[in-house]
């Protein structure tokens, strides 16, 4: 029977009537409307340094995920971000989470201990803090170091947000002690990670699907004990693309020890611009040098060093930079989540000038 030649039969019994899809696209219709208000970009000389238990940073956009659109700072769903400063000889107040966190090396130098073992780092690397690794951060005796770092807020819908802080910052307030009844391990979560670690191998090759996913536990406790911590920045490659000079740091094709993110630096030349495109997956990106102005949807944001822009999901875009002298650079993250749904990839729309096909 065609559609339209259907009755309308009602329910024999009486049932009651939900409205969830309706209510479902009114708050998206609202949160819409209020992001379309939202600036794309987080002026630098606009945050304060704050000094946290962990760190001293400067938040750019950090929030929790019960935190009311209305709220927000800018319309970006999937990362925090921030600025983090470690002075000449000091370290962070050690801690470990679930979520990864991706940490572009600004300037200076230090080294990591992570999980025991120590890993060295300079300008123009990226530090990858793989999950519920214990983590602190050292700064060179001499120059210290800058950091910008991002972390995905979605962990926290999965029900698995929070920090296990191990110990305080050396310049942090005396705790109180309701805040010192906070600290230390989360002692049943270490315990079922501790035995997912010495979870024994399957010892043949799997006969079954069930068995699939048995070795797939082994696989992955394999991986993250040999994964690197650390991407020397210097020995990356620049690549010519359609869309400008880019070098690659973080990729599924890159071995590192994360897994949710992708990152990358892009020089525009003087007087230049990037190529065009679009994609679903949100990208930030923070201006390590120069200055200019990027273009989504036709609306002009300009950035300087140290700024963070925000492109949301599906907006058009293309960065320039007017000076005739100096390059811009910019750090770039996203989240790769996205190419695990289904929507991954790019809208290709228009090539950066003198690009050779």
């Not at 811009?328 to 749904?341: E, K």
Request: hydrophobic share 30%; with cysteine; glycine share 8%.
């Amino acid at each position: 029977m065609l559609e339209r030649e259907r009755t309308k039969e009602k329910e024999a019994e009486p049932i009651e009537f939900d409205t969830a899809i309706q209510d479902s696209q009114r708050k998206v219709k609202s949160d819409k409307e209020i992001l379309a208000t939202l600036p794309h970009l987080i002026k630098f000389e606009d945050r304060p340094w704050t000094q946290s238990i962990s760190c001293t940073h400067k938040y750019m956009d950090q929030r929790v995920h019960t935190v009311p659109v209305k709220d927000w700072s800018a319309p970006f769903y999937s990362m925090n971000a921030w600025h983090e400063l470690l002075r000449p000889g000091h370290y962070m107040g050690t801690h470990r989470h679930i979520n990864e966190a991706i940490f572009f090396i600004m300037e200076g130098g230090g080294w990591e201990i992570h999980d025991g073992v120590r890993w060295d780092w300079e300008a123009g690397d990226v530090l990858c803090v793989p999950s519920y690794c214990i983590h602190t951060h050292f700064g060179d005796p001499v120059t210290g170091a800058r950091f910008f770092a991002t972390t995905n807020r979605s962990i926290d819908f999965m029900g698995l947000g929070g920090t296990e802080q191990l110990e305080i910052h050396p310049n942090y307030r005396e705790l109180s002690v309701e805040e010192q009844k906070l600290l230390g391990a989360d002692e049943e979560l270490q315990k079922v990670m501790a035995e997912r670690m010495a979870y024994p191998e399957l010892g043949h090759a799997p006969k079954d699907t069930y068995e699939e996913y048995m070795s797939h536990l082994t696989d992955e406790i394999k991986w993250r004990q040999a994964c690197t911590h650390v991407v020397k920045g210097s020995q990356m490659p620049w690549e010519d693309t359609q869309f400008g000079k880019i070098k690659y740091l973080v990729h599924p094709t890159i071995p590192t020890g994360l897994l949710t993110y992708e990152a990358w630096l892009q020089e525009i030349p003087p007087g230049g611009s990037s190529g065009k495109h679009r994609h679903m997956s949100e990208e930030l990106h923070m201006v390590i040098e120069g200055s200019g102005y990027d273009v989504h949807n036709g609306v002009r944001w300009e950035w300087e060093k140290y700024d963070v822009m925000y492109i949301p999901a599906n907006v058009e875009h293309q960065h320039f930079n007017p000076d005739p002298y100096n390059p811009a650079v910019s750090y770039h993250v996203q989240s790769r989540l996205y190419d695990f749904i289904g929507h991954g990839g790019i809208e290709h729309m228009e090539d950066a000038p003198g690009y050779k096909r």
